[in-house]
């Protein structure tokens, strides 16, 4: 197999003429081709003097490899393909002890319960929320009627956090395994588009994702894997250092020295269960901030000049970073194009906001988290569950200032950084369900975050022209950018101090997204199965 990178088209080309084109530039017979596949395609949306082109790496197969690659020697885009196959650590004796479980099913515990399950190990998955139907009907019924059930909502359930998303699936994580592309290949094979495998910022979108991962539990289960809903874990049997079983909260013990913990960054009662059994974990950094929602063709204009509204680039995206004077970050986070704000608790009695989209990116709005970076040292110093503390107390606190019916406070931009409360609404319509309670999002956040975040706005204005106009609107709060704490594990990735206790995701602090956590989750079910099979990593 071969390589070529910077293989470029312009913009509207039809997909039938990627072949001819590709023939041209190697130079080569349509009969010398034998076969192509898109390996990644991107577009440079800065050089805004030039025309837009997409940019293409492709793989490709010729009848005489070696006669081609000497031509074209002098061709620094023409090479080898590098292997990005998948290749496992072993198989499962044929005679298992015992069934590893996987506590957990967002997209942590669904990877590390389907690698367990392709390598023969049959492991039990536990899930507190419901199946992924269900658990939307139960989702819709915050949004629509104002009622949260707290073992089923955007948080819980089948399919994890990431379930009722923007489905994006970019990371920044290191791979030099080509994991990442394994995960990406497995969504494709549960329903995901195929894009995803080579467009440069994917993404699967809310509609989409809830076929896929029902998907993947039956794949799951047609290989001798078990996965149980309402099952919530609620204690952990340890002895001696080591891993022995969980506990329901029916009652039932489940016994296994090799337990994956994949629980999510809002699992708090069970972190405090860890922290009491004296699993080891330490607070870690995390974000706190708000929505903010612009009209989608403002973003478009800013980022994709006359290309705005292209067919083929879609609803246009913006990351952004503003290092405040006091010191603090302030950036952007998960930023969702023409989606929708939504409410994100897991807990009754506390206000939570995160964004997402469906598949076509449609929606009149976009939105992302501005969000501003803290610390332990400096914000929530003492124990590992303070920060957990401190997201708790903001939500509850927004949660009244929303006026005690799960609707979010909200403010107009220009009121927000002149300092008023604001009355009335704009043009821009907040998308959050069940609703806003316009108000002065003044102390919704410590006074830091306030401040650092006044003066990013207008900051970001010289990036993205319009971002601080004044009837942009600013939902609170977002507290829940990543996990708290971190449940520390060592080089063979089990925890630190429990052996047999294997903490992966989000939740354990070791990723930050659908694409990472899913990565995460076959690096620890690998370590697992090294574990067992005594193969060194
Ligand atoms: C609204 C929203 C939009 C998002 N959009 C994106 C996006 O577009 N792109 C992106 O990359 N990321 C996005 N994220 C973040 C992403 O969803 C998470 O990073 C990812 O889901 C983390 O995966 P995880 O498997 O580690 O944890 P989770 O997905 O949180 O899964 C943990 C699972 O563990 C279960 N659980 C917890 N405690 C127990 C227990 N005691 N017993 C049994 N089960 C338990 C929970 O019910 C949950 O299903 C979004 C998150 C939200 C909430």
Redesign the pocket.
Known sequence: MLRITEFKLPLDHADDELRPALLQRLAIGSDELLDFTLFKRSYDARKKSTELQFIYTVDFQVRDEAALLQRLSHDKHIGPAPDVSYKMVGHAPAELNQRPLV????????FAGLLLAQMGFKPII????TEVRQRTKDTWGLWRKNVLNPESN?????????T??????Y?QIKDPKFIGRKVLHEFVKAGAPEEILYVSKP?IGTFRLTGVVENMRHQIEALGGEVRFQ????DVLIEDGQMQGVVLDSGERIDSRHVIL??????R??FRMLHGRGVFMEAKPFSVGFRIEHPQGLIDRARLGKYAGHPKLGAADYKLVHHAKNGRSVYSF?M?PGGTV?A?TSEPNRVVT???SQYSRNERNANSGIVVGITPEQDYPGSPLAGIELQERLESHAYLMGGETYEAPAQLVGDFIAGKASTALGTVEPSYKPGVKLTDLADALPAFAIEAIREALPAFEKQIRGFSQHDAILTGIET?TSSPLRITRGEDLQSLNVKGLFP????AGY???????GV??IRIAEALARDILGIAG
Do not use: W, Y
């Open positions: 506590v957990g099913f967002g997209p942590c515990g669904i536990l899930e507190r929320g955007v948080q819980f359930g089948e399919g994890g956090a990431g009722f998303s923007d489905g994006k699936l990371s993404h099952q919530r874990v609620t994949a629980l999510g960054h809002s699992a009662d069970t998960c969702c939504v994100a995160n964004g997402m829940r992966a995701g989000e939740g990723a930050g997204g659908i694409l990472s956590a995460d989750g």
